[in-house]
């Protein structure tokens, strides 16, 4: 793996740069108070590529690589991880999915409009009884023939109420366990499709977070993706490139926290110097770097491996698990360097400690990729 950008990754990393800091950063206090939807800036994320990094050109997308992505999500979570997810969860998840696994008329259909913006992309797995395992849906499509009938409940859906396009996890037959899953696409307005009150959260507060219900929901056959009893290894492998997305966020919080604090540092006297001369800041100071650099490695290695065409479920899972560590260890510091000031939303690394959180949780928790991991090398 060569370790140096090329320039063309640097020009995408320079571009993602600047628009986080032109149009992230004015208004990402009041986004984040508020609990506001950045609808506008979406839309020129949209205009930027930035929804459809991956996705071949000839279906509207940028046709960039994984390292390229991974750099967009860096510096866009730097400034506001609300922004960042939804850009991760279209690309990751959606995008990723249907390009992937989906038919050429369904690749057509929503594929082309989900890569350039036009439409916003929400993947659903998660449900009261079923987070981190998928085997245990609830959700089901019980097969009508031409349609299936979907019933259930879906939680803490990512664009839960500005999608277009909805991937839902179902079981179709029980009796067949994860063989019996299947994944649908599922369109904003179908007759008995209700979104629930949006989450009042922690962190990413300006991310659209809401509880989904199907009431005798009509899926057209051929809105199935896969062949049926797919959709476990659909959602799986789906997650696999979705932790990518959620490291390069971590990664990205905990870079952010970092450079604040690094400036800060350099700034804030206390017993006649810049406190970055004290060691017990600049040792802070250090170890932040150290290992943000040391996940930044992690999360590279995950993207190059998908890039090469090799299996990524355990870089992946290992990238997540140390750059969503990394993420909450340092944002907590980057407050502690900051001392009373950092307790104030005007300096931002509150809200990047906040935000750090739910790195943890989302994608599988922290015990999940433990999980992926041990199996690997446990595995006889």
Not at 35 to 44: G, M, N, R, T, W
Not at 292 to 319: F, P, T
Request: glycine share 10%; net charge negative.
């Amino acid at each position: 793996m060569n370790f140096n950008l090329s320039e063309e990754h640097k020009m995408i990393r320079d571009a993602a740069r600047d628009f986080a800091q032109n149009e992230l950063l004015p208004g990402v206090i009041d986004r984040d108070e508020n609990q506001h939807f950045p609808a506008e800036l979406v839309k020129k994320m949209g205009d930027l590529g930035f929804l459809g990094i991956m996705v071949d050109p000839k279906y509207g997308g940028s046709g960039m690589d994984t390292i390229s992505y991974v750099l967009i999500m860096e510096e866009l979570s730097k400034i506001d991880a609300s922004a960042s997810v939804i850009v991760s969860v279209n690309n990751s998840l959606v995008c990723y999915g249907l390009e992937a696994y989906g038919t050429e008329e369904q690749k057509q259909k929503y594929l082309t409009k989900l890569a350039t913006g036009e439409f916003i992309g929400a993947f659903c797995l998660s449900e009261p009884e079923a987070g981190s395992d998928a085997t245990s849906q609830k959700t089901t499509a019980i097969d009508k023939g031409d349609h299936y009938l979907l019933n259930g409940t879906k939680n803490w859906i990512t664009n839960g109420g500005r999608a277009d396009v909805y991937l839902v996890m179902a079981q179709t037959d029980r009796d067949k366990g994860s063989h019996g899953i299947n994944a649908f696409i599922v369109e904003k307005g179908m007759n008995g499709f209700h979104v629930g009150p949006k989450e009042n959260k922690l962190g990413i507060r300006g991310s659209d977070t809401h509880t989904l219900q199907f009431n005798d929901v009509k899926v057209p056959k051929e809105n199935r993706i896969g062949e049926d009893g797919s959709g476990f290894r659909f959602a799986m492998k789906t997650l696999s490139g979705g932790r990518i997305g959620i490291a390069s966020q971590a990664l990205g919080i905990a870079s952010g926290a970092y450079e604040l604090a690094l400036k800060y540092s350099k700034e804030r006297k206390a017993f006649g110097t810049e406190i970055c001369n004290h060691q017990a800041i600049a040792f802070k100071l250090a170890d932040m770097y150290a290992d943000i650099e040391a996940a930044r490695y992690l999360v590279m290695r995950a993207a190059w491996d998908k890039d090469q065409g090799k299996n990524y479920d355990v870089s992946s899972a290992v990238a997540k698990l140390q750059a969503s560590k990394v993420a909450m260890q340092h944002t907590v510091e980057a407050v502690q360097i900051f001392g009373g000031n950092g307790f104030v939303k005007d300096y931002h690394v509150e809200r990047l400690m906040r935000d750090a959180k739910i790195t943890q949780i989302y994608e599988g928790t922290s015990e999940i990729q433990k999980v992926v991991i041990s199996r690997s090398i446990t595995k006889t």
